[in-house]
C-alpha cells in the first residue's frame, strides 16, 4: 500500500536548522509531488510547499520562502524538508502528503514529525 | 489569498446528521476536498473533488459545493466520527494551497 514514512522528533535551539525526511512506498515516486503540511500546537492544517517528484521543481508558500528549501533523493524514493533560522513559533508537527496525480489534494499523510523549538 | 471559512465547532447527538460548511468566495467554481484528523493522528482524507468519497469512508459521509458555500454531511453520525475537519482547495493565484481553519465535531 501507499505509505510515507517521516524521520523522529527534534529538539532544536532557536536560529539552529532542522532537515525532515519522508520516505514513500507503495508507488512510483515520481509520479507524484509531494507536499510539506505543519500544524503548530491547537492549531490547524498550513501549507508550506511542494516539490515535484520527477524534476524536483518547487513551489513555497510565500511565507516560507528563503527559510525552508525541499529536496528529493529518486534513488531512495525520499523527500527532505529543511527549515533554517528556526524560531519558536516553528515548533510544530510537520507533515509531508502525497499529491494526488489526478487532482490537487493529498493521499496519504505521513505519521508527522514533532518539532520543538526550545532554549 | 483565497480564504476558507469554516466554524471552529459543530456539535451532534449520536444518530443525526452533521453538517459542515466551509465558505469562500465563488468556492462552487473550485474543488473542495475534505481531511478527517483524529485526535494525534495524521489528516486522512474523506471526500475529494466536491463530493468523491475516499476509499473506504462509509457512505454516511458526502460533500456538496454551490455558490460560497461547500457543506460536509455526516450523516448517522457515530462516537468515531469525532474529529477535527478541514476543508482545502487549490487556489491558482499566490499560495496555490489553502486550508480552511478546521471545524471540531464533537459528539454529544
Known amino acids: 500500500q501507499v505509505q510515507l514514512v517521516q524521520s523522529g522528533a527534534e529538539v532544536k535551539e532557536p536560529g539552529a536548522s532542522v532537515k525532515v525526511s519522508c520516505k514513500a512506498s507503495?508507488?512510483?515516486?515520481?509520479?507524484?509531488?509531494i507536499s510539506w503540511v505543519r500544524q503548530a500546537p491547537g492549531q490547524g492544517l498550513e501549507w508550506m510547499g511542494w516539490i515535484s517528484g520527477d524534476s524536483g521543481n518547487t513551489n513555497y508558500a510565500q511565507k516560507f520562502q528563503g527559510r525552508v528549501t525541499m529536496t528529493t533523493d529518486i534513488s531512495t524514493s525520499t523527500a527532505y524538508m529543511e527549515v533554517r533560522r528556526l524560531r519558536s513559533d516553528d515548533t510544530a508537527v510537520y507533515y509531508c502528503?502525497?499529491?494526488?496525480?489526478?487532482?490537487?489534494?493529498?493521499?496519504?499523510w505521513g505519521q508527522g514529525t514533532q518539532v520543538t523549538v526550545a532554549s | 489569498s483565497y480564504v476558507l471559512t469554516q466554524p471552529p465547532s459543530v456539535s451532534v447527538a449520536p444518530g443525526h446528521t452533521a453538517r459542515i460548511t466551509c465558505g469562500g468566495n465563488?468556492?462552487?467554481?473550485?474543488?473542495v476536498h475534505w481531511y478527517q484528523q483524529k485526535a494525534g493522528q495524521a489528516p486522512v482524507v474523506v471526500v475529494f473533488d466536491d463530493s468523491d468519497r475516499s476509499l473506504g469512508i462509509p457512505d454516511r459521509f458526502s460533500g456538496s459545493n454551490s455558490g460560497n458555500t461547500a457543506t460536509l454531511t455526516i450523516s448517522r453520525v457515530e462516537p468515531g466520527d469525532e474529529a477535527d475537519y478541514y476543508c482545502?482547495?487549490?487556489?491558482?493565484?499566490?499560495?496555490?494551497?489553502?486550508f480552511g481553519g478546521g471545524t471540531k465535531l464533537t459528539v454529544l
Open positions: 482545502q482547495v487549490w487556489d491558482s493565484f499566490t499560495d496555490p494551497v489553502v
Open positions: 507503495g508507488y512510483t515516486f515520481t509520479s507524484c509531488g
Open positions: 465563488s468556492i462552487g467554481r473550485k474543488s
Open positions: 502528503a502525497r499529491d494526488v496525480p489526478t487532482g490537487n489534494w493529498f493521499d496519504p
